[in-house]
């Protein structure tokens, strides 16, 4: 075994620098720490991410704004529709799509319906906030809030620290038409789902309070996209140097 000696006498340094911290804040920067170390190193492959960002936040889908979310401005977007003097919250509505690789090419049917109920919402002043967002343009972002295609997320967003309720309509691909949209925003039959309690809850979810479902969405997209025998190579590669 071979330590870095400049390592061994920096750590007394750190471990002062830190004593008057908590154990959870020291966590807590620890983890946000190596958080932005990760982020660094790893390619952004958010593919929306290109599109002059002026533009690309509000497409016009025939009248009502369908805001495209991103890894970079999700939470922008959802939490400006809120106003701090506003009692009741901001209803949004997520559709969460994609393409071949993450919809088995079967999103197609759901998405012209979901724009084709925000060009009908256009004109109904009680319509929610829509937005849309593509797994396949956006696997991290998918993959830190832990939700996949064809999904509907219904989100009530009010001024914090009040908590962020969501619940999560599942889309059948083949039978979703305008009027499941219409009838879901008529009958609020959605309430019937249960609320989105995971650890990946981008908002309430222990992983948003460490600022950790990022990172992780980034670890679960690297496992997805790197193949198994370049896992193994690297390992080899890693234990051969610490050895
Ligand atoms: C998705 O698959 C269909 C059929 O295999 C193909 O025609 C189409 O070009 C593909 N789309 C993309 C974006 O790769
Ligand atoms: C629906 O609208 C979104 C956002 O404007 C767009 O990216 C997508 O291609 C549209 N889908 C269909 C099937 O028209
Ligand atoms: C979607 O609906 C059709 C018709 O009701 C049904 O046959 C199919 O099994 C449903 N698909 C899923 C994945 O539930």
Known sequence: MRFSTIGLAALPLIVAATQQESPIDQFKNQAQYYANKFQSYIPNPSKSFTVDSAHAAAAKAGGKT???LRLGDWRDIITSSVKPTRTTPEEWWVL??????TCFGHCGNVETAFNETAALFAANPTAPHLAYLNCENEPV???SWGVGPPTLWIMH??????????HGVYLNATTTTVKTFTDL???ESWKETPLYEGIFHPFNGPLAQYG???PLGYVLWVFAVVP???FMIGISFISRNIM
């Open 185 to 187: 925003h008529s009958t």
């Open 96 to 101: 969460v799509s994609g393409g071949n690789k």
């Open 228 to 230: 198994s025998w370049l």
């Open 212 to 214: 950790l479902n990022v």
């Open 141 to 143: 972002l998918c993959n």
């Open 66 to 68: 369908l805001s495209i």
């Open 157 to 166: 967003v009010a001024a914090p620290p009040a908590p962020v309720d969501i």
